[in-house]
């Protein structure tokens, strides 16, 4: 598996740095086996969104103030050290707070290619457009772009987890509901298979749907090689008591043979936790958002066995090693990744010149509107002495 820690954003000279560490864990024992650290150094944030056997898509984004500028999509093997910097797509390339975008990565093994799925949706107050949907393959290094139909009545669903995952051929996203009548669908599992480009929805347990309150979250996940989701509850007339359930999806095609894999139960001090890997060992990795770290808990003894990282914000998915892109990837010291890191840095440069260019305009027109109210308010002022003198003059 591969974890993400970012180790925090700094001012500095008026301006935000991310610094992240990325490391590849055990999946038995969450033992960190290496450091991974990318060749172009900390400009601007590479955030993993998805991962396939073995292969890391990643997002090369600048955050500020109105929204996050994407700028590259990059494919990594880490074991390999192998990089491919894909072209940009056609459409919309950008997160903000009105665009929600996700990536994902997946294996076609009819064609033997890898692609990869940008989904971009659009908001409208609380109502999404059609999303826009375009694929990238390896085999002809090219994006095209989704043709199909389809009557969207979803929004994404990232609050616990962003990363999109891949099994059985298909990239898959928890989306929410905006159908606000449905409430025992509020959320579901959207899937977009690669090989016939059919978009197509999942629901989720009939447990989850059961105990479905407005607060309940989850996700989904791949356990076994199999679409898993974790749903969490209340536990009726126990203050603070927290129940997550895993679920896996026994057959693929048929939504009913969800079944029960795993109960986890919280104790009190163990609050604001959620499971998000479940190791070979029997224990589950977990976030605990009330202390910002990632530790180990023991489903048995419901006791947290150490390993504990710390960080202001986490991403892990999971991880094998293989030789994908040993034939089309290039290497960390090429001179194609010296290139990119030179128009990373450019790129980086005109978007804080930019920056700074709103914000003097947005600081003169401030001044500007500042002066028109002080214009305004002397205008009205002289209006209302003028008509008092002539007042004054008819007594």
């Not at 970012?6 to 992240?20: I, V």
């Not at 990325?22 to 991962?51: A, D, N, W, Y």
């Not at 159908?179 to 579901?188: E, G, I, K, R, V």
């Not at 010291?333 to 290139?339: D, F, G, R, T």
Request: net charge negative; proline share 4%.
């Amino acid at each position: 598996m591969v974890f993400e820690r970012d180790c925090g954003n700094f001012p500095f000279g008026g301006e935000y740095y991310d610094y992240s560490c990325h490391s590849l864990q055990c999946s038995e024992t969450f033992e960190e086996r290496k450091r991974l650290r990318f060749p172009t150094g900390c400009i601007g944030h590479f955030s993993v969104k998805s991962s396939c056997n073995g292969v890391l898509c990643l997002l090369r984004s600048h955050d500020y103030v109105a929204s996050c500028y994407s700028y590259a999509i990059i494919l990594w093997n880490p074991s390999i050290n192998k990089f491919k910097i894909l072209p940009k797509p056609h459409g919309q390339f950008q997160s903000s707070s009105d665009v929600d975008l996700s990536l994902g990565i997946g294996f076609v093994p009819q064609t033997n290619d890898y692609k990869v799925v940008s989904l971009s949706m659009t908001r409208n107050s609380d109502v999404f457009y059609r999303p826009q949907i375009e694929m990238y393959s390896l085999n002809t290094d090219s994006w095209t772009t989704w043709t199909g139909t389809y009557d969207v009545q979803w929004m994404l669903h990232g609050e616990t987890t962003d990363a999109p995952v891949s099994v059985n051929g298909a990239v898959h996203w928890t989306a929410r509901k905006t159908n606000t009548h449905d409430d025992d669908l509020q959320l579901l599992i959207v899937s977009f298979h690669l090989a016939d480009e059919v978009l197509r929805e999942i629901c989720p347990p009939e447990y989850h749907r059961a105990y479905f309150n407005g607060r309940n979250d989850g996700f989904t996940s791949v356990i076994h090689e199999k679409l898993a989701f974790t749903s969490d509850h209340g536990v009726p007339g126990l203050y603070g008591q927290e129940v997550w359930e895993i679920w896996l999806l026994e057959d693929y095609d048929n939504d009913e043979s969800w079944t029960k894999f795993r109960t986890i139960t919280w104790v009190p001090t163990c609050r604001y936790m959620v499971p998000l890997l479940f190791l070979d060992n029997g224990e589950f990795v977990v976030l605990d958002s009330w202390k910002n770290r990632l530790v180990v808990f023991d489903p048995k003894t419901r006791q947290i066995v150490g390993k504990v990282m710390h960080g202001t914000g986490f991403e892990v998915v999971t991880y094998t090693q293989s030789l994908v892109l040993l034939n089309e990837g290039i290497d960390a010291s090429s001179a194609e990744m010296s290139s990119f890191a030179k128009e990373l840095k450019e790129f980086e440069n005109e978007k804080r010149e930019e920056e700074k260019r709103e914000r003097v305009e947005k600081r003169r027109k401030e001044e500007e509107e500042k002066e028109l109210v002080h214009i305004a308010r002397r205008v009205i002022k002289g209006v209302m002495e003028f008509f008092k003198k002539r007042r004054d003059s008819y007594i």
